[in-house]
């Protein structure tokens, strides 16, 4: 390393942060909000309050102090309009059987767990009210 380089940095270490008084005003709008503004929001916000900085800088000086927003997880939404063929209700409700594997029935119950889609499959006879599962 050139001697230049060494001191030009050594100077450089004791040089007050220029960035101070918005990194303050940083913490205090992401405090205000409950973090839930990013970068984009408190640059906005920064320029309603005075202070022109660019994203770019606002992420920086962000990630510096350790700010980060909370990300909200999306909706599951499954609905997809009709798709496929729609069977016939040749049941019409009427669940009672006279004779044992006379109406089979079957059904799927969709969950989610730690962020993924589960689905259970399972039929059951109506006379001998077994429940079979995948």
Request: charge should be positive; proline fraction near 2%; aromatic fraction near 12%.
């Amino acid at each position: 390393m050139a001697r230049s380089t060494y001191y030009y940095w050594v100077k450089q270490m004791g040089r007050e942060d220029k960035y101070s008084e918005v990194k303050e005003v940083i913490c205090q709008i992401f405090e205000e909000h409950q973090g839930r503004y990013g970068y984009r929001r408190i640059t906005l916000e920064l320029r309603n309050r005075g202070y022109t900085y660019n994203h770019k800088t606002v992420l920086r000086l962000m990630n510096e102090m350790g700010l980060k927003s909370l990300v909200r997880m999306k909706k599951y939404r499954s609905y997809r309009g009709n798709v496929g063929k729609v069977a016939p209700n040749l049941l019409a409700r009427d669940f009672t059987a006279t004779k044992p594997n006379e109406k089979w029935v079957t059904d799927v119950t969709e969950f989610q767990l730690h962020g993924e889609k589960l689905s259970l499959p399972f039929w059951t006879c109506t006379t001998a009210r077994l429940l079979l599962t995948m």
